[in-house]
């Protein structure tokens, strides 16, 4: 098996689209856990729910254990995983970790925060669930592990963003998609395509990331596949018998809602045509 590098993508492209995933992933989306390295540096501790709340504090919700409930700081590593948004194939788009300073709340500070106006819905839904506990996580910067390699963006800058994005309605400040219209924007973008995914990775704006050559005949998964989609661009997977291929289909402008997901992708129709290439070309210059 080896891998080579295909297109370059620029640094600006690589830059924004890290902080959307950031932004994305800190607004609830993927799975996470910590680990307090002053218990057991060994165990995971799953939670619930995690995001960024009103206010641009990032809390979390999960059972913990008993030396967690002192009310101290504890010094946590945190990590996420995020899948693709995929239903017949699993692919993990995205992984990121940071550390950071936890503190569980106790009942009556959490009263007074979920009275606050300041929590999420879900994260009032969470504090309603047996043995569940609120906690306030503070973190440094956020590394995240994608097709990119590792790059990496501080908290207190996506927090002051989502801060302003709430207190101020501007929708595009704030995170595309929301981890509930993850697989609604997957279908717009099905629907786009008239569910041939291949014709993405035939399109002129495409670049190809990386070429992964297989050591043997692969079999499963063969095909095109969505890896992830948020307001910077599409990242698919071409699979082939011999072959695998990262790629990121860029937007010419951010992409902030369904909405105008779709009306993108309704100016790129058909993705494959002659006058797409000519009208991908213009966009271009």
Known sequence: MSTEQCSPVSDAMVAARTHSTVHRLLSGAGLADVVAYDL???RAWPLLCHGLDRLGQFLVAGVFPAELLDGQIHRVRFDLRKGAP?????????????????????????????HSGAATAQMLEAAGWPDVRLAVLELEAVH???FAGINSVAFDQVARQHHRAVAHHQGHEMAFPLPEDEIVARDVLGEAVEGDLSALARQPRMRWVSTRHHAAPMVDAVG???????KTGICVMEVTTHRTRIGLCPFDEAVWSLPALASVLEQWRPLDSPSFADSASDNRR
């Open 144 to 146: 995240v592990h994608d």
């Open 40 to 42: 057991d540096p060994e």
């Open 86 to 114: 995929e239903v017949h194939v699993q692919l993990t788009a995205c992984s990121a970790h940071s550390l950071g300073d936890l503190r569980v709340i106790d009942a009556e500070e959490t009263d007074r925060y979920l």
């Open 224 to 230: 095109t596949h969505v890896v992830d989609i948020d």
